[in-house]
């Protein structure tokens, strides 16, 4: 089975992106938006791929009725796939995401693909070629007697936004220890090192901007310009409600000075600039 699982804060005041205050001229009440806006557009792309059923790992415990709404709302597209929710547990990253690998995965036919809500322009093709990729055969990925393969879409400075299990290595406890992977070093170097470990297939995907900071959502927003009017001549999926938001917010990009550098962000609404 296809399984796809978000990996998600609740959309909750003053506890989102915080790193975006700090160098941008947005308020906590306008990033609150843009992150709401983000986590359904996440929901939206993977309930428009081969994922046959969704999972939403949450944060805080608490804020289950937070998550249900925003998976309601999203429900006006017409969510092709089931969604279950449960909370994180755990100390840190690695341990959440051992725990809620452990909760969905029951069969050994289990394809799982991992998203954040950092990407909310990820195409459901993209999010398809990591299921097609791991619904490979293992004797045309040259690997028989492996039962294995992972994919990982890159984020920029050593990150990812997607990784894909392929059935059995989703054992974590006979086959994979995600300990330390996402709390030091470059994740995207500890999860190499398990592939060559393993010596399992690997696929990349395309680079994808994951924002956490003011150049990350200087690249989104350019980006967003760019796919908006491509998908007149071209099929791409639009992720509507952060395009909505941004308008909402006239948050467009603008230049310091005449160099390639200085590029700051700015709110045409209200005349905010930084």
Request: aromatic content about 8%; charged content about 25%.
């Amino acid at each position: 089975m296809n399984k796809l699982l978000i990996f998600a804060k609740s959309p909750i005041n003053g506890k989102v992106k915080t790193r975006l205050k700090k160098d941008t001229p947005l308020t906590d009440d306008d990033i609150l938006k843009l992150y709401t806006a983000f986590l359904k557009d996440t929901i939206i792309s993977a309930s428009l791929s081969k994922a046959q059923k969704i999972y939403i790992a949450y944060y805080p415990e608490d804020s289950r009725g937070v998550m249900y709404d925003i998976v309601f709302q999203s429900s006006i597209f017409n969510l092709q796939s089931s969604i279950e929710l449960f909370p994180q547990s755990g100390n840190d990253f690695d341990d959440r995401l051992t725990n809620a690998l452990q909760n969905i995965h029951n069969k050994s036919s289990d394809n799982i693909v991992i998203l954040g809500s950092d990407s909310p322009h990820i195409q459901p093709s993209t999010i398809n070629k990591a299921f097609k990729f791991l619904s490979t055969p293992n004797s045309e990925l040259r690997t028989p007697n492996f039962n294995g393969a992972m994919v990982l879409g890159p984020s920029g400075e050593g990150g990812v936004y997607l990784i894909g299990l392929k059935s059995a290595i989703c054992n974590l406890q006979s086959a994979i220890n995600f300990k330390g992977i996402f709390t030091s070093r470059n994740e995207s170097d500890n999860l190499l090192q398990i592939a060559k470990r393993k010596k399992m297939p690997l696929l990349i995907l395309e680079e994808l901007t994951d924002v956490d900071v003011k150049s990350d959502l200087i690249t989104l927003v350019s980006n967003l310009s760019i796919m908006e009017y491509s998908s007149r001549h071209t099929k791409i999926h639009l992720p509507q409600y952060t395009l909505c938001v941004i308008r909402e917010l006239g948050l467009t990009v603008d230049r310091e000075g005449r160099g390639t550098r200085g590029k700051f962000l700015s709110l045409a609404s209200s005349k905010r600039s930084r």
